[in-house]
C-alpha cells in the first residue's frame, strides 16, 4: 500500500497521519523537538530534507528518472532496464520497472511515449515499463481512499484502465527474456484491483514462481493479495508469508513477510506489549539474520531495513534501530512510512525515538 503507487506499485488504502497519533506515538521522556536536535546533531538529517520518492540512495536510477521527467529523455531509462535484461538481474528490473513506470508515464505524450516511437512496439524494456505505467495509472485515478470514499468517477477510470493492463502484461511477457518474471508481478497487481478469483491467482503463482522462486517483489504484491484487506484473510496472508520464509535461502529477504503480514494486520490496534511478544522478537530476528546474509546492493534490502528500524523501536531496542535507521536515513518511501499522508513526519517521528531511547537507556 502507498500513497505513491506510481513509484512502486504497492497498492493499499492510505491512512492519514492524525493529531491523536502524534499525540499517541511522541509520548515519553523526551519532547520531540528535543528529540530531533539530537537526531540531527547525530549526523541525521531532518524532515525536510527526507526523499518520499525512493526507499534509499540509487543515483543511476534517480538521475534517469530525473531525465526523463524534466527533459522528456528516455535514453538513461532504456539503459538501465537494457542492463537488468542482459544480467538477467529480475530483482533490479522488477525495481526499476516499478521506480520509472509511474502514472505520468502513462499519459499521452510522455517520454514513454517517445521512447516507444523510437524503439518499436516489441521493445522488451519499453513494453515493461508501459505494463507497469499503466497499472499505476490506474490506481493513481482510484486515489487512496476506502472503498466508500472513492467516487463513481474514480472508480470507473480504474476500472477502465486496469483492464487495460492484462493486454499489455501479456505483451510484455511476450517479448521479453525467459525467466523474467517481471510481467506477472504487474499481473498480480492487475489481479488484485480486478478482483480475479483465488484460482486465477494461483496460476499466475506458478508462472512467477516457475521463474523467480524466491522474488521479494513478488511475494510482496502476492502477500498484499492474500491480506483480509483484499482477497484473502490474515491467516491465509501470514500461512503465506511463513511458508515462503521457511523455504527461501538466507539473503532472499523474505523473511521480512510474516513481519510484514503481522503489520498488515496487528499495527493499526497493537498496544507496546504486543510488539514485544516472543515470537514478534523471533520474527524481527529472523528478519534481522537474513538481511544481515543479502548482498549489499540488492534493491529490496532498503526496504526491509525501513521496517525493521521501525519494529526495532516498537520494541525497546533502540540501538538496534538506530542502526538501520543510520542505512536509509534520507529516503522514506517505504513500508510502514508511505502508509501515511506525511512519510517523511512518521519516519523522523520514530527515527527521533529511537535516538531519544538509546539516551534513556
Excluded at 501479456?170 to 484460482?199: F, M, Q, R
Aim: aromatic content about 10%; charged content about 20%; proline content about 6%.
Amino acid at each position: 500500500m502507498t500513497v505513491e503507487i506510481a513509484r512502486l506499485i504497492v497498492v493499499g488504502l492510505v491512512v492519514a497521519v492524525s493529531v491523536v497519533y502524534y499525540r499517541r506515538v511522541a509520548g515519553g521522556p523526551s519532547s520531540p523537538r528535543k528529540s530531533a536536535r539530537r537526531a540531527e546533531a547525530l549526523g541525521f538529517l531532518p524532515q525536510s530534507a527526507q526523499n518520499t520518492l525512493y526507499s534509499a540512495s540509487d543515483a543511476e536510477l534517480e538521475q534517469a528518472a530525473r531525465a526523463a521527467a524534466a527533459r522528456g529523455s528516455w535514453e538513461p531509462a532504456a539503459r538501465l532496464l537494457a542492463r537488468t535484461r542482459e544480467q538477467r538481474d529480475w530483482a533490479r528490473r522488477s525495481h526499476y520497472a516499478n521506480v520509472l513506470g509511474t502514472h505520468r508515464a502513462a499519459q499521452p505524450g510522455s517520454w514513454l511515449d517517445d521512447w516507444e516511437k523510437s524503439a518499436g512496439p516489441d521493445d522488451p524494456d519499453a513494453a515493461l515499463v508501459r505494463a507497469r505505467a499503466t497499472v499505476s495509472l490506474a490506481w493513481h485515478l482510484r486515489g487512496g481512499g476506502w472503498a466508500k470514499d472513492t467516487s463513481r468517477e474514480q472508480v470507473s477510470g480504474f476500472i477502465g484502465t486496469l483492464t487495460q493492463a492484462p493486454r499489455l502484461n501479456a505483451h510484455a511477457l511476450k517479448v521479453n527474456p525467459d525467466g523474467d518474471p517481471s510481467p506477472y508481478i504487474s499481473e498480480i497487481w492487475t489481479a488484485l484491483g480486478l478482483n480475479h478469483p483465488h484460482e486465477r491467482m494461483h496460476r499466475i503463482w506458478e508462472e512467477v514462481t516457475a521463474r523467480d522462486p524466491h522474488h521479494f517483489g513478488a511475494h510482496s504484491a502476492a502477500l498484499q493479495y492474500w491480506c483480509a484487506k483484499w482477497h484473502g484473510s490474515e491467516n491465509l496472508a501470514a500461512s503465506f508469508a511463513r511458508e515462503a520464509a521457511a523455504k527461501a535461502p538466507a539473503g532472499r529477504l523474505l523473511a521480512a513477510l510474516p513481519l510484514i503480514a503481522w503489520y498488515e494486520h496487528r499495527d493499526s490496534a497493537a498496544k507496546g506489549d504486543d510488539f514485544r511478544e516472543p515470537y514478534v522478537f523471533d520474527m524481527v530476528d529472523a528478519a534481522l539474520t537474513d538481511v544481515s546474509a543479502a548482498p549489499p546492493d540488492h534493491p529490496d534490502v532498503p526496504a526491509v531495513r525501513h521496517l525493521l528500524a521501525y519494529f526495532l523501536t516498537r520494541q525497546n531496542r533502540c540501538a538496534e534501530a538506530l542502526q538501520q535507521f543510520r542505512l536509509v536515513d534520507g529516503y522514506v518511501n517505504a513500508l510502514p512510512w508511505r502508509y501515511y499522508a506525511d512519510p517523511a513526519a512518521v519516519y523522523c517521528l520514530w527515527r527521533d525515538r529511537a535516538v531519544a531511547g538509546v539516551r534513556t537507556l
